[in-house]
């Protein structure tokens, strides 16, 4: 998957509402550790959107519950099936050998890699953001920061730290969760972030503040 430009992910544990997200998503993000069935609905899938995959550990705000070894790699295994064209792996699991294989098996099968670093309590400093964002980056073809935001200088910050990974180059997403930050999902694509998220069914967001995904595809194309 190739993120020069922005790309909105509807986010599922359903396959099978691929077809309504077509007309406003360019990609979908299968969360695994949320689906029932993920290797057989892989398996199944004849969608026409290129799958993000995500097989999210509850240390991460994730569900899936099985060892490391297994987790990552069914991402691996998923990164066989044609339509994926990238997964996402933590960055703290990236720091390891294991994560470190998974991402190196991951491109040799042509998938891209975003490297994902979730904060669901604060946002951190404004220095711990730039770092993190550089390390995600350099680990993964994407490096993608969640925080949450108490505040509006939490968002800003935030947006600051976007535009200026993107002056170095770097290729990052960023967000933040939480009320005091939802807007930064409309606005972090106008300071450089490539990957935006909301749910195909608004009743099933996957982290707090996500707009539904023809708001959030209007939003960002009007700010563009």
Request: glycine fraction near 6%; hydrophobic fraction near 45%.
């Amino acid at each position: 998957m190739e993120f020069d430009s922005f790309v909105l992910a509807a986010a599922t544990a359903d396959l099978d509402e691929e077809p309504a997200a077509r007309d406003h998503a360019d990609a979908v993000e299968f969360r695994m550790d949320l689906a029932d069935r993920p290797r057989e609905q892989l398996d199944d899938y004849d969608g026409d959107l290129p799958l993000v995959v995500t097989n999210r550990p509850e240390w991460e705000g994730g569900e899936a519950t099985v060892e490391e070894a297994a987790r990552l790699d069914a991402l691996v295994t998923a990164a066989d099936h044609e339509a994926v064209e990238a997964v996402d792996v933590e960055l703290t699991s990236l720091r390891s050998d294991a994560g470190a294989e998974t991402a190196a098996a991951v491109r040799n099968r042509g998938v891209s890699v975003v490297a994902s670093v979730h904060d669901f309590d604060a946002t951190p400093p404004k220095d711990r953001l730039t770092a993190l964002l550089s390390e995600a980056a350099e680990r993964g073809d994407v490096g993608k920061l969640a925080v949450t935001a108490t505040d509006r200088s939490d968002a800003l910050a935030l947006l600051s730290a976007t535009y200026a990974a993107t002056r170095r180059g770097d290729d990052v997403a960023t967000m933040a969760m939480g009320r005091a930050g939802r807007h930064t999902r409309a606005v972090a694509p106008v300071y450089g972030s490539k990957i935006g998220y909301a749910p195909v069914d608004p009743a099933k967001a996957t982290a707090p503040g996500q707009y539904d995904l023809s708001t959030l595809a209007s939003l960002v194309e009007q700010l563009s």
